[in-house]
C-alpha cells in the first residue's frame, strides 16, 4: 500500500513555529493534504495540494498562519505553521489520494473521506 509517514510533531509555545513533513512512498499521488484531530472532535482538514495545478486549499482557521508544499526532490509534503495557538494543540496527520476532480473547481477539498491513505500522526502541542 501507499506508506506516508509524518514527522516534526513537538511541544512548542503559544506564537511559535514548526515545520512538519510528510514522506510519501509513492509518486502518484494527486491529493496530498494535512489533517489534524483532537480527543472527542472530529478530524478537521488544514491545508490540501493538488499535485496537477499546484494549487492550495486552505481552511480558515489556518489561513495565513499554515503553508503547505512540495519537495519534488524529497517526496515530502511539508507543513509550515507559525503563530500557533493553544487551539492547534492536537495529532496532526498526511494524507494522500491517487484521484483527483480539478473539474469541481476544487482540485483537491479539505474533506477527509476524500483521502485513502493517511499517516501514523505526530502530535503538535501548544501549551495555553
Known amino acids: 500500500r501507499v506508506q506516508l509517514v509524518e514527522s516534526g510533531g513537538d511541544s512548542v509555545q503559544a506564537g511559535g513555529a514548526l515545520r512538519l513533513s510528510c514522506r510519501l512512498s509513492?509518486?502518484?499521488?494527486?491529493?496530498m493534504g494535512w489533517f489534524r484531530q483532537s480527543p472527542g472532535k472530529e478530524r478537521e482538514g488544514l491545508a490540501t495540494?493538488?499535485?496537477?495545478?499546484?494549487?492550495?486549499v486552505y481552511a480558515d482557521s489556518v489561513k495565513g498562519r499554515f503553508t503547505i508544499s512540495r519537495d519534488a526532490v524529497r517526496n515530502t509534503i511539508d507543513l509550515q505553521m507559525t503563530n500557533l495557538h493553544p487551539e492547534d494543540t492536537a495529532i496532526y496527520y498526511c494524507?494522500?489520494?491517487?484521484?483527483?476532480?480539478?473539474?469541481?473547481?476544487?482540485?483537491?477539498?479539505?474533506?477527509?473521506?476524500?483521502?485513502?491513505?493517511w499517516g501514523q500522526g505526530t502530535q503538535v502541542t501548544v501549551p495555553s
Open positions: 494524507a494522500s489520494d491517487l484521484r483527483t476532480n480539478c473539474r469541481t473547481g476544487t482540485c483537491c477539498p479539505l474533506t477527509k473521506n476524500v483521502y485513502k491513505f
Open positions: 509513492n509518486y502518484d499521488s494527486r491529493c
Open positions: 495540494f493538488a499535485r496537477d495545478k499546484g494549487s492550495t
